[in-house]
T-cell receptor, first 113, second 115 residues
Framework: KNQVEQSPQSLIILEGKNCTLQCNYTVSPFSNLRWYKQDTGRGPVSLTIMTFSENTKSNGRYTATLDADTKQSSLHITASQLSDSASYICVVSRGNAGNMLTFGGGTRLMVKP | DVKVTQSSRYLVKRTGEKVFLECVQDMDHENMFWYRQDPGLGLRLIYFSYDVKMKEKGDIPEGYSVSREKKERFSLILESASTNQTSMYLC??????????????FGPGTRLTVL
């Protein structure tokens, strides 16, 4: 069964601290993996995308890693800001054209001053 | 910038009513999608459309239908709303490509409550 599991479900950190969010998947055939950020009351927005051959991708203070052997990905946020408070969703594309998506349940991050 | 808009941010309907959710994108994307998002379940695909007048069932199409008469507009229809259809509904669009890297751009969502 194609599944994407994220942990933790929710996380509270202090402003300025780092954090790491986890994503494990059992999707096959794997095409690519995206991390999305979803602010409250808004649609998800893509942060990073990685294919099978890419094991790290950065976007500002966000760094995503991918281990295709263990089928795990992580999203590391450095020097967190209040605006990082959001849900972070791991999305795995499957199929030869990568058109079918499997979504994780998301991690809700709250950054406190 | 891609813009995906949805007709309502919040909607309250009664059981048995017919409900229309509208989605419009301004980037001439062929592919459009309707998802529902529920706590702990993530986003689940209801229907998608590869092009005008084309539609395909997603993972949870029961109780829903769709219409794609124009390229920029994709409508989700609840023929007879039920309380278990209370949810956040998200529309997305994408320019198709064989690599699968093309991003889906999401609308702001419609939070539907069925009483």
């Amino acid at each position: 069964k194609n599944q994407v599991e994220q942990s933790p479900q929710s996380l509270i950190i202090l402003e300025g601290k780092n954090c790491t969010l986890q994503c494990n998947y059992t999707v096959s055939p794997f095409s690519n993996l995206r991390w999305y950020k979803q602010d409250t009351g808004r649609g998800p927005v893509s942060l990073t995308i990685m294919t099978f051959s890419e094991n790290t991708k950065s976007n500002g203070r966000y760094t995503a890693t991918l281990d295709a052997d263990t089928k795990q990905s992580s999203l590391h946020i450095t020097a967190s800001q209040l605006s990082d408070s959001a849900s972070y969703i791991c999305v795995v594309s499957r199929g030869n054209a990568g058109n079918m998506l499997t979504f994780g349940g998301g991690t809700r991050l709250m950054v406190k001053p | 910038d891609v813009k995906v808009t949805q007709s309502s941010r919040y909607l309250v309907k009664r059981t048995g009513e017919k409900v229309f959710l509208e989605c419009v994108q301004d980037m001439d994307h062929e592919n459009m999608f309707w998802y529902r998002q529920d706590p702990g379940l993530g986003l689940r695909l209801i229907y998608f459309s590869y092009d005008v007048k084309m539609k395909e069932k997603g993972d949870i199409p029961e109780g829903y239908s769709v219409s794609r008469e124009k390229k920029e507009r994709f409508s989700l229809i609840l023929e007879s709303a039920s309380t278990n259809q209370t949810s956040m509904y998200l529309c997305a669009s994408r320019y198709p490509g064989t690599s699968g890297r093309n991003e889906q751009f999401f609308g702001p969502g419609t939070r539907l409550t069925v009483l």
